[in-house]
């Protein structure tokens, strides 16, 4: 029974291992035949692809068209207004840069509040109010962030200073104190031992 | 042995400053509006298109505000928890849906249950960046003279509620 099923299975395999064969190398009919089946698919799949992009394109036409704004002097000031600004979704991206939902949003804040003729100073106020300084690449020097300005300055000094106190000690360890008599006849006697 | 006793506090000093630097969230981003009146706003109630919902109304209470959407992870995480705090009636709990869909946020609700006194809609999140929302769900605790005294920045977990929020609440119940 168990050989019978082994059997079996084995001409299984050898049958389609024959068949693979026929059909790569095996009757040049089947091989035309295998070509024909696979340009039909490739037309098929041309065919779909095309349409895909035809019921895409109008979708891709608007969605480049929504953020482009009537005027392109209000677009540039937004941009570069929002190039310092962070977004708070996507930390280390400005709002610029950022494709987050909430970015978009802001955007179309400050394009809109720009558009109501309000100066830059004006809008940047806007959103620190709600969003705190944080939204800010530029930090504000204040009492808080006084460290923050100051502190690399700090530790340059007290690093330049460490340096300073640091190699005079050197200096001090690698000046070669001066031979002794006795130590230069040593020096000369094994001078001359290498010698001889 | 000296010589190695300053390098070594350096070093456990900066040891110490990234421990406490793992262990902060940078999404939470104090508010500035926390101590502020809340922003006033008047927007279409969710259930009902033709009545709106105004920040005036709720002079004189104490009140949640919950930014939610449907389209949001973490919503469903926090829901469970603000469904149990309106069951308990101990503060009101106002939805402000957020970036969303009707017919997406009302199925919704009649999924996981309705926790609202009301839900206003802020499709466009207008109402969000006036509340300084940048993620969702946000959730503000609002005073008697609608002031906001407290954001909780992400879900309102049974912890927060505990710890921070409950005992606001009630402090400002008076």
């Given amino acids: 029974m168990r050989l019978k099923l082994l059997s079996r299975l084995s001409l299984a395999a050898y ?3 024959r068949n693979d064969k026929g059909s790569r190398i095996g009757s040049p009919g089947s091989a035309l035949e295998g070509m024909r089946a696979n340009e039909g698919g490739f037309v098929l799949l041309k065919t779909a692809l095309l349409l895909c992009l035809l019921l895409l394109a109008p979708f891709a036409g608007a969605k480049e068209a929504a953020p482009v704004a009537e005027d392109p002097e209000i677009e540039r000031r937004m941009v570069a207004l929002s190039e310092d600004l962070r977004c708070l979704v996507c930390q280390n991206e400005t709002i610029a840069a950022s494709r987050a939902d909430f970015a978009n949003d802001l955007r179309r804040e400050i394009r809109e509040q720009m558009q109501a003729n309000k100066s830059d100073k004006e809008i940047v106020d806007f959103l620190v109010a709600r969003y705190g300084d ?3 690449y530029r930090p504000p020097m204040k009492s808080t962030t006084l460290f923050l300005w100051f502190g690399p300055f700090i530790f340059l000094l007290a690093g330049a200073v460490f340096l300073v106190f ?12 001066a031979l002794s008599e006795q130590q230069l006849k040593q020096a000369e006697a094994l001078l001359k031992e290498g010698k001889g | 042995m000296t010589r190695f006793l300053l390098p070594l506090a350096v070093f456990v000093v900066l040891v110490g ?5 793992l262990g902060l ?18 927007l279409q109630q969710l259930h009902a298109p033709e009545k709106t919902l105004t920040s005036k109304e709720n002079l004189g209470k104490v009140w949640l505000l919950n930014v939610w959407a449907s389209w949001c992870v973490s919503c469903r995480q926090e829901h469970p928890v603000l469904v149990e705090l309106s069951k308990s009636g101990i503060v009101p709990v106002y939805g402000l849906n957020y ?16 926790p609202y006194a009301t839900s206003a809609v802020d499709p466009e999140g207008r109402t969000g960046i006036e509340f300084g929302v940048y993620g969702v769900p946000e959730t503000y605790v609002i005073d008697k003279n609608g002031v906001i005294r407290y954001k909780q920045i992400g879900p309102v977990t049974v912890e927060a509620l505990q710890n921070k929020i409950l005992p606001l609440v009630r402090e400002l119940q008076g």
């Fill in chain 2, 99 to 114: 970036k969303d869909q009707r017919d997406d946020a009302l199925r919704w609700l009649q999924q996981f249950g309705d």
């Fill in chain 1, 15 to 17: 049958g389609s291992g």
């Fill in chain 1, 166 to 177: 640091y190699l005079k000690r050197r200096r001090k360890h690698i000046e070669e104190p």
């Fill in chain 2, 25 to 42: 969230n940078p999404r939470q981003v104090p508010s500035p509006l926390v101590g502020k009146p809340a922003p006033e706003f008047q």
């Fill in chain 2, 17 to 21: 400053f990234l421990l406490v630097g």
């Fill in chain 1, 134 to 136: 944080f939204v800010l």
